[in-house]
Structure formats: structure tokens, C-alpha cells
Nanobody, 119 residues
Framework: QVQLVESGGGLVQAGGSLRLSCAAS????????MGWYRQAPGKQRELVAA???????NYADSVKGRFAISRDNAKNTVYLQMNSLKPEDTAVYSCYANTSLFGLSGAYWGQGTQVTVSS
């Protein structure tokens, strides 16, 4: 089946930047959206950013204007550029590829990567 491999996490000071990458093992004809969820200590999992097969994007209110999601179809890869990082962005970020625009029952998941932002 499809595997997703993500990279780019790490430690950064507040105000800094990171770029996450999520690469699929093969092209996915039935994938309708790709993006990232994150889960911070003591908080619920939340959608950070997503991009649909048609190129539409959406973002969590907390990251709008600071994060940007994009994709490279030739490489079967999606990217999340994270700028002006804040300590509250600290979380495990997990990329996904979804066969549906709503709900996660048809999603494939990456292994997760830690993002830590220090003050």
C-alpha cells in the first residue's frame, strides 16, 4: 500500500522557520487532499494545513499567515513552510493523504515528526 515519509522537523527558536516534507511511495490517483495534523502536549489533535487535488488550501486559524502548504506532483511530495514560529507551535506533526475531503477513515499517515519551538 501507500507509505508516507515525512521529514524536516527539529528545534528552532521563536520567530524562526522550518519546512516539513511528506513524500508518498507512489502516485495516488484517488487522493483528494494532503496535509498535516499536529498534537501538542495536553491538547487535542488539530488540522494544521491541507491542500486538495484541485489546489485549494486551508489552514488552522492559529497558523494562517505564517504557514504555507504546497505540493510537487512530479515528486509525489507535499511541503509545509512554517515561518514566525511560536512556542505554542510545539507538537508532533503528522502528514496525511486522504481519499476523502471530509473525515479520516480513508487516510494514509506518515510516521510523525517533532517540532519544538523555544522561547
Amino acid at each position: 500500500q501507500v507509505q508516507l515519509v515525512e521529514s524536516g522537523g527539529g528545534l528552532v527558536q521563536a520567530g524562526g522557520s522550518l519546512r516539513l516534507s511528506c513524500a508518498a511511495s507512489r502516485s495516488m490517483i484517488n487522493i483528494r487532499a494532503m496535509g498535516w495534523y499536529r498534537q501538542a502536549p495536553g491538547k487535542q489533535r488539530e488540522l494544521v494545513a491541507a491542500i486538495t487535488s484541485g489546489g485549494l488550501t486551508n489552514y488552522a486559524d492559529s497558523v494562517k499567515g505564517r504557514f504555507a502548504i504546497s505540493r510537487d506532483n512530479a515528486k509525489n511530495t507535499v511541503y509545509l513552510q512554517m515561518n514566525s514560529l511560536k512556542p505554542e507551535d510545539t507538537a508532533v506533526y503528522s502528514c496525511y493523504a486522504n481519499t476523502s475531503l471530509f473525515g479520516l477513515s480513508g487516510a494514509y499517515w506518515g510516521q510523525g515528526t517533532q517540532v519544538t519551538v523555544s522561547s
